[in-house]
């Protein structure tokens, strides 16, 4: 009699085992865990689409819920080197959502030749490009990388692109490196020296004022690298 109750109860078990484990198969194959809503966040720029973060996500509408991988489709996403944070988030019962942070130009970078690309603030190359972007300081690189690989070795350059206000850019052809610091090569070849201060913001402001004083035309150089004591150096030739 024992043996036969310990037989019916083992049968419950195997049968229960069996009930649960076909409703949950079933309901992962239903349509209540279906992905019904895919919403995509885009800050700090208009250079990706919606329909390309989710191409990208490899995400579609119906798929189950549980297949949903987000971790993969961050990766995918943050592949593209305009993507600077990605965050996939499943939202139960039937909603994903996508946020995507987009990096922002910072400064054109170009090597000695001539190779042009567009990078961030952290000097990390964001695309390669035929020209300069006129309304972005320029900085002297020694090498450019393939997008998403980082220009090392120009933090100083970067600190310098940081500090140029829209109408101190106008005069500037280039931000190169030199032994003794910083040098900007202004238009009609005149060159500043900017030393390797903490801040830049202090140069450049001395040499903003220089500008307002003087005409380039007669101007060799400009040495703003002692504060507040800006040498110039004129050629008369130049004046002719």
Known sequence: MKRKIRQ????????SLLVIS?????????????????????????RL???????????ELSQSMLSVDSETAEKSIIGNPWVEEVEVSRNWPSAVSIWVSLRKPFANAVTSTG????????????EGTSKRTELL???????????????????????????????????????????????????????????????FSV???????????????????IDVSIRENPVVVRDSARCN
């Open 115 to 126: 190779l042009v690309a567009l990078i961030d603030s952290s000097g990390i190359v964001i």
């Open 203 to 221: 140069p450049l402001k001395d040499l903003k004022a220089v500008l307002g004083q003087v005409e380039l035309t007669c101007i060799q150089s």
């Open 22 to 46: 076909t409703g949950i198969y079933s309901a992962t194959q239903s349509s209540l865990l279906d992905v019904d809503k895919i919403e995509v966040v885009i800050t700090g720029g208009d």
């Open 8 to 15: 019916y109860r083992k049968s419950i078990f195997v049968i």
């Open 137 to 199: 300081p320029t900085i002297l690189v020694e090498e450019i990388g393939v997008p998403g690989s980082e220009i090392t070795n120009i933090e100083m350059l970067i600190s310098v692109a940081r500090e140029v206000t829209p109408d101190i850019n106008e005069w500037i052809e280039i931000i190169t490196p030199v032994a003794t610091g910083v040098r900007l090569k202004l238009n009609g070849s005149v060159f500043v020296d900017l030393g390797s201060p903490n801040d």
């Open 49 to 59: 689409s919606q329909e390309d973060v989710l191409k990208k996500s490899g995400i």
